[in-house]
Protein backbone atom coordinates (compact mmCIF):
# COMPACT_ATOMS: atom_id res chain seq x y z
CA UNK A 1 0.00 0.00 0.00
CA UNK A 2 1.54 3.11 -0.62
CA UNK A 3 -0.95 5.78 0.57
CA UNK A 4 -1.41 7.85 3.82
CA UNK A 5 -2.41 7.31 6.81
CA UNK A 6 -3.84 10.02 9.44
CA UNK A 7 -4.17 9.66 13.11
CA UNK A 8 -6.61 12.02 14.53
CA UNK A 9 -5.92 13.69 17.98
CA UNK A 10 -9.39 14.37 19.65
CA UNK A 11 -10.58 17.88 17.63
CA UNK A 12 -9.62 15.28 14.44
CA UNK A 13 -11.71 12.92 15.85
CA UNK A 14 -14.35 14.86 16.61
CA UNK A 15 -14.55 16.57 13.03
CA UNK A 16 -14.29 13.47 11.33
CA UNK A 17 -17.09 11.75 13.13
CA UNK A 18 -18.73 14.49 12.10
CA UNK A 19 -17.91 14.35 8.57
CA UNK A 20 -18.14 10.20 8.09
CA UNK A 21 -21.57 10.86 9.57
CA UNK A 22 -23.24 13.45 7.40
CA UNK A 23 -21.03 13.38 4.22
CA UNK A 24 -21.12 9.18 3.10
CA UNK A 25 -20.45 9.04 -0.44
CA UNK A 26 -18.70 12.11 -0.50
CA UNK A 27 -15.28 12.83 -1.94
CA UNK A 28 -12.92 14.41 0.78
CA UNK A 29 -9.64 16.02 -1.07
CA UNK A 30 -6.23 15.93 0.26
CA UNK A 31 -4.97 19.71 -0.57
CA UNK A 32 -1.49 20.57 -0.21
CA UNK A 33 -0.16 23.97 -0.71
CA UNK A 34 -3.05 24.33 -2.93
CA UNK A 35 -2.77 21.49 -4.97
CA UNK A 36 -4.88 18.52 -4.97
CA UNK A 37 -2.68 15.56 -3.79
CA UNK A 38 -5.75 12.90 -3.19
CA UNK A 39 -9.07 11.83 -3.01
CA UNK A 40 -10.80 9.77 -0.39
CA UNK A 41 -14.61 8.71 -0.20
CA UNK A 42 -16.29 9.01 2.91
CA UNK A 43 -17.75 5.11 2.99
CA UNK A 44 -18.63 4.23 6.85
CA UNK A 45 -19.39 6.74 10.18
CA UNK A 46 -16.20 6.50 11.76
CA UNK A 47 -15.18 7.42 15.56
CA UNK A 48 -11.66 5.59 15.50
CA UNK A 49 -9.65 9.13 14.14
CA UNK A 50 -7.96 7.38 11.35
CA UNK A 51 -7.96 8.16 7.62
CA UNK A 52 -6.66 6.33 4.72
CA UNK A 53 -5.23 8.37 1.94
CA UNK A 54 -5.05 5.90 -1.42
CA UNK A 55 -1.51 6.65 -3.28
CA UNK A 56 0.66 6.36 -4.80
CA UNK A 57 2.65 9.49 -3.27
CA UNK A 58 6.36 9.90 -3.45
CA UNK A 59 8.29 10.01 -1.03
CA UNK A 60 9.12 13.61 -1.39
CA UNK A 61 5.20 14.54 -0.63
CA UNK A 62 4.60 11.98 1.85
CA UNK A 63 8.29 13.77 4.06
CA UNK A 64 6.62 17.18 3.20
CA UNK A 65 2.94 15.89 4.95
CA UNK A 66 4.95 14.81 8.04
CA UNK A 67 6.98 17.78 8.43
CA UNK A 68 4.10 20.07 8.07
CA UNK A 69 1.36 18.42 9.60
CA UNK A 70 1.61 19.79 12.87
CA UNK A 71 2.17 23.89 11.37
CA UNK A 72 -0.77 23.44 9.23
CA UNK A 73 -3.05 22.32 11.57
CA UNK A 74 -5.73 25.03 13.65
CA UNK A 75 -8.11 24.24 15.92
CA UNK A 76 -11.20 26.75 15.54
CA UNK A 77 -12.31 28.73 18.75
Do not use: C
Not at 11 to 18: F, I, K, S
Not at 43 to 57: K, R
Amino acid sequence: WTGVRFFLDNHGRYVWTQISGSEKGQLLALLVDGELVGLVRVTDYSDEGVIDFDGPFSTELTMGLVDNVERNYEKPN
